[in-house]
């Protein structure tokens, strides 16, 4: 089996005065579809942020593609960067420029290519993340809910990362909106190769794309394995994020399937 | 599946594209991913052969090949195509091939914009131009149609508001305007006492700065520093609030915007700029003594008795008098172009800018406005 894509070992985070992770230890498979889990102000967020290399960590170690981050020069981290893409919860459009130019940008900033073949690059990911050719001229503000959050995906596909952070990418989308996001993922991370890591609350996708899932709750995580396994948790607190009710009716229309 | 790479991305062999032209072959190789892409990219643009017939292309020592490579791909066919030649792809393995075939469909071309010519922009400058007064007026007119009821009823207005705006414009403003109407003051006693002593004239001093300072640089100076301080923090706070949907939070509670956040900055201004203004008009004079006293020889007491009887209370009324109308001009401005701000961060920084220069601008041309006024009609 391949390295695992992400391996924290020991990681120490705070906010302020408030640890937020305490000597959490997690590997994340290359290749694989891990969601990250957990009640709301137990740390998801804020874990992807350390991975996606914006919050150093108080202690302990990441090691991204096998390299630790906390030891990285300068050029190395640009380079680390340019390998993953962060899409963010709200979108983290840039206002002042069009869907187009937002997607454009970092291929402007990190190649030499000239501008006409960027756009091409740019209008692919646009269509690679199922926005319609009109949407490209259209400024962030002019977008709704489920175009800015597919505009915010094609922006973190724009330097072809092998890691992909998503940031709950289904939150706030109508349920058919949701599904076709989430099948939108499976088929970007098949077609691309992608390794994927996801935060969310959405028992949907927990249960039927996330190949893994790592559940956070006391500064550490206190259990990983499927869906399936996790509702068979030996932690009260694991099994009662999966018995409730959303996750149960989740898991009954999975199960039909 | 692509394997996550263990080593630097930098080790991979550049890549490259060989042309067999007798063979009509071409082979590609090493690492096409978007950051290595450019060579490539100018391969394509310069060494495509004029030709005709088949030509074959071939990806097997490609190591990396991503979306960008695979728009690469496509535009090398598009390019011997266009030269004449059919172009087939050697043997591509299905994983390739899918990401192939996504850059190959048809990408649609968004409409552009419709650019606007120079005269339709000019046309259009002038109107916003002409407009935005209206538009000003018309926000003055909403802020004095929410404001009054509170003002008749001033146990309703928001004192705490008022409070916190107050230190902010009045109290955090008390060092810099302070040191820098004490550094006026100390210029302008230095340049005209040195004049006016080739006349021996020094005594005059006194009149001099008296006037200069309470009539003018007092109100002006605070007024300057209170728009490029104060004003500009109004217009980027609304600005902001405008951006985050809190002011349109705001309305859908019935708190109307003007009546919860413009309010308060205005009377607090109201309030500060005037007490302000004493503050630099005491400091300026204390610049203007210890020049006079140490340069001219116009001890402190000289300088103090004479003051009151050259310098008559009308000046240091028309200064403080004076201030309450910039303060005005200074938070409706500043108001007003927060409120402007629509859709992106760029437009918080332009309206900022805005605010400030004409903040600036309204306040100078108020004053030129009041000496006029004052000094022709009223003999003040």
Known sequence: ?257 | MRVIRETPATTEPEPRLRWRVAQRRVVCSGDWSVARLAAVERQIRRNVPRTSGEWRINLDEISTLDTAGAVMVQWLCRRLRAAGATVRLEDVSAERNAVLKLAASELGTAPPRPRSNPLEQLGRKITSGCLGITEYLAFIGRLTADSLPRMLRPHRLRWHEIAVELERAGVMAIPIIGLLAFLIGIVMAYQSGDILQTYGANVFLVDLLGVIILREMGPLMTSVIVAGRTGASYTAQIGTMQLTEEIDALRTMGITPFEMLVLPKFLALLIALPLLTVWADAMGLLGGMLVSSLLYGLSFEVFLQRLPTVVPPNMLWVGIAKAPVFAALIASIGCYQGFRVRHSADEVGRYTTISVVQGIFWVIVADAVFSILLFSWLGL
């Open chain 1, 1 to 257: 089996m391949a390295a695992p894509a992400i391996r924290i070992r020991n990681l120490v985070t705070r906010l302020g005065d408030r640890t937020v992770h305490n000597e959490l230890n997690l590997d994340i498979r290359a290749g694989c579809l891990t969601a990250i889990a957990g009640s709301s102000g137990s740390g998801k967020t804020v874990l992807l942020r350390t991975m996606a290399l914006l919050l150093p960590p108080v202690a302990g170690t990441i090691e991204l593609f096998g390299q630790t981050t906390t030891t990285l020069s300068h050029s190395a981290e640009r380079g680390m960067r340019g390998r993953m893409g962060v899409m963010f919860q709200r979108g983290a459009l840039f206002t002042g420029m069009t869907v187009m130019d937002n997607v454009a940008f970092p291929l402007l900033e990190h190649t030499a290519l000239p501008r006409s073949a960027v756009y091409e690059i740019a209008r692919l990911k646009l269509r690679l993340a199922g926005l319609a050719p009109e949407a490209a001229t259209l400024y962030p503000s002019e977008l709704s809910g489920g175009m800015t959050k597919r505009a915010a995906l094609a922006r973190s596909l724009a330097l072809d990362p092998e890691l992909l952070f998503l940031d709950e990418p289904t939150a706030g989308l109508d349920p058919v909106g949701a599904t076709a996001f989430d099948e939108l993922i499976v088929h970007l991370r098949d077609l691309l190769g992608l390794t994927v890591i996801l935060v969310t609350h959405d028992p949907v996708s927990l249960w039927e794309i996330a190949d893994e899932i790592a559940f956070i709750g006391e500064g550490r995580v206190l259990a990983s394995g499927t869906a399936r396994t996790l509702a068979r948790s030996a932690e009260p607190a694991v099994r009662g994020y999966f018995g409730g009710t959303r996750m149960q009716r989740a898991r009954a229309s999975w199960d039909q399937e």
